[in-house]
């Protein structure tokens, strides 16, 4: 069974660091393109980052570059988002979620871990 958990979100200062994580279990996570999808209440979900398989190349949604990053330990299958220099706007739930690699959806994603970034 395809398992996607995140975790490490929370509260923080405008201007404050904060790193999420994604373990994946149930199937081999190198071989999958992961990404970072947040929302915020009331909207639709943005997208935020995507990996590629071997932790090689990243892309990133402009509101968030030069301040966030995505990177993974394949022998841990987990999946990071380093987040800095946090805005007001950043606060949403954050979700990660798998990109199925012949459909290019994202058919599996994890609970969403919520970030809170207020003074």
């Known amino acids: 069974e395809v398992q996607l958990q995140a975790s490490g979100g929370g509260l923080v200062l405008p201007g404050g660091s904060l790193r999420l994580s994604c373990t994946a279990s149930?199937?081999?996570?190198?071989?999958?393109?992961m990404t970072w999808i947040r929302q915020v209440s009331g909207k639709g979900p943005e997208w935020v980052s995507i990996?590629?398989?071997?932790?090689?190349?990243?892309n990133y949604a402009d509101s968030v570059k030069d301040r966030l990053s995505t990177f993974r330990d394949n022998a841990k299958d987990t999946l990071y988002l380093q987040m800095n220099s946090l805005k007001p706007e950043d606060t949403a739930v954050y979700y990660c979620?798998?990109?199925?690699?012949?459909?290019?959806?994202?058919?599996?994603w994890g609970q969403g871990t919520l970030v809170t970034v207020s003074s």
């Open positions: 149930g199937f081999t996570f190198s071989q999958y393109e």
């Open positions: 990996i590629n398989g071997a932790g090689a190349f990243a």
């Open positions: 979620a798998r990109k199925n690699t012949s459909t290019g959806s994202y058919d599996y």
